[in-house]
């Protein structure tokens, strides 16, 4: 009796998830105390909250980094997965090469914009500009890299 345990295979896997660190090159990765009360989502633009070290997903006048996924971190029971809780200290990258999710079609070398909803875009009207460039050309909900510049 013979027993197949898989027979088919993906042929194209996907290649990062929002805020998984692209590569092994040098980082820069700050940490910041959630302000929001609905927590902030792994691959998120954070930006100064009111507190000191505070952060917010809010676009401001000064970006903090990108929230960076950490597999340690537990959801509470019903709560949302992947996300940075209220209070929690978050891992940010504010220099490097991070995965996010582009929320319009965009090309490599375009300059990174994020929308009032937190969409990373290439679109500069009425965004706010980031310290950073797309790395891939990539349609709109594809994972796309970007590279954050020291500020």
Not at 63 to 75: L, R
Not at 83 to 104: E, N
Not at 106 to 121: D, L, Q
Request: charged share 10%; with cysteine.
């Amino acid at each position: 009796m013979s027993i197949t345990i898989q027979s088919t295979y993906l042929t194209d896997y996907v290649a990062g998830f929002p805020g998984m660190l692209a590569d092994g090159n040098v980082t820069n990765r700050p940490s910041g105390t959630v302000e929001d009360s609905a927590g902030i989502a792994f691959g998120k633009a954070c930006f100064q909250g009111t507190a000191d070290r505070g952060i917010t997903a809010t676009p401001g006048t000064k970006f903090k980094g990108v929230t960076i996924a950490n597999a340690g971190v537990v959801p509470p029971i019903g709560g949302a997965v992947d996300t940075y809780l209220q209070y929690a200290s978050a891992s940010l990258c504010d220099m490097g090469d991070i995965w996010v999710t582009a929320g319009a079609n965009v090309a490599a070398a375009a300059a990174v914009y994020v929308t009032s909803a937190g969409v990373f875009t290439s679109s500069s009207s009425g965004n706010t500009a980031i310290p950073a460039t797309f790395i891939d050309t990539v349609l709109s909900g594809a994972p796309v890299r970007i590279r954050i510049v020291q500020q």
